[in-house]
């Protein structure tokens, strides 16, 4: 059998293994880019790397932050809400009868709704009695 050599690609060879992404950047951002870079000691495409690096880890603490932020507002307002129920359900509530409104010999007091309800079935019961 006979060796046979397989054909080169046209073009050069790929070189990185991430793909090359390109943008347009002002001459004043790539002064500012560049000025990182020597400060950092590193050349400008590591300096555009490592400001995307730190530009999207705030990203991603800063939407941590508004969900963190979005729970407790929520959980806020559960509790505020529990408390207006329990209020109305106070002010919904018979309330005890007042000292001064108890049965005093000569005075006439206020019969609660189960009271009243209590005489009726009372009364009714006697006038079937009959």
Not at 106 to 120: C, F, N, P, S, V
Request: hydrophobic share 40%; net charge positive; no cysteine.
């Amino acid at each position: 059998m006979k060796n046979v050599r397989q054909k080169r690609k046209p073009g050069r060879p790929a070189t990185g293994q991430a793909p090359a992404i390109s943008m347009r950047l002002s001459t004043e951002e790539i002064w500012q880019i560049d000025g990182l870079a020597a400060e950092l000691g590193v050349d400008r495409s590591k300096a555009l790397r490592t400001l995307l690096r730190l530009g999207l880890a705030a990203h991603v603490r800063r939407a941590g932050r508004e969900k963190a932020r979005a729970r407790r507002i929520e959980a806020a307002e559960a509790a505020n809400a529990a408390i207006v129920e329990e209020a109305l359900k106070e002010a919904r509530a018979p309330k005890p009868m007042p000292a001064s409104l108890k049965r005093r010999p000569g005075h006439l007091r206020l019969l609660t709704q189960e009271e009243i309800k209590a005489a009726a079935d009372r009364a009714e019961q006697r006038s079937r009695r009959e």
